[in-house]
């Protein structure tokens, strides 16, 4: 099994960026599709981006497109999430997740390996 740990959350305000980062360890993160997900309070997880495990293919939920860029170095066996123009309803916890597959997947269920969260938090 692959140990995820996302890092680098924060506090900024609305139209800044951030760029969570998902370090992967026991297992090389180029064995996984990965994602990014995110869950505000009282509300369900909801899927962010997307990249399949060569980093060829990624997907956006249309909300984030053209703000968010998710990215993988395989070499650093690390995923990153590069967000802009950060706005208060961006406000979550994140999550990386690594799903056994080499094409990306868009449904949490998919995935089977989860880090522990990263907060963001965008003031307006």
């Known amino acids: 099994q692959v140990h995820l740990v996302e890092s680098l959350g924060g506090l900024v305000q609305a139209g800044e960026s951030l760029r969570p980062s998902c370090a992967a360890s026991?297992?090389?993160?180029?064995?996984?599709?990965m994602g990014w997900f995110r869950q505000a309070p009282e509300t369900d997880r909801e899927i962010v981006a997307a990249?399949?495990?060569?980093?060829?293919?990624?997907f956006y939920v249309n909300s984030m497109k053209g703000r968010f860029t998710i990215s993988r170095d395989n070499s650093k066996n690390t995923l990153y999430l590069q967000m802009n123009t950060l706005k208060p309803e961006d406000t979550a916890v994140y999550y990386c997740?690594?799903?056994?597959?080499?094409?990306?997947?868009?449904?949490?269920?998919?995935?089977?390996?989860w880090g522990q969260g990263t907060q963001v938090t965008v003031s307006s």
């Open positions: 997740a690594a799903a056994v597959d080499p094409f990306y997947r868009v449904v949490a269920s998919a995935y089977r390996y």
């Open positions: 990249i399949s495990r060569s980093g060829t293919y990624t």
């Open positions: 026991w297992r090389t993160l180029s064995e996984y599709a």
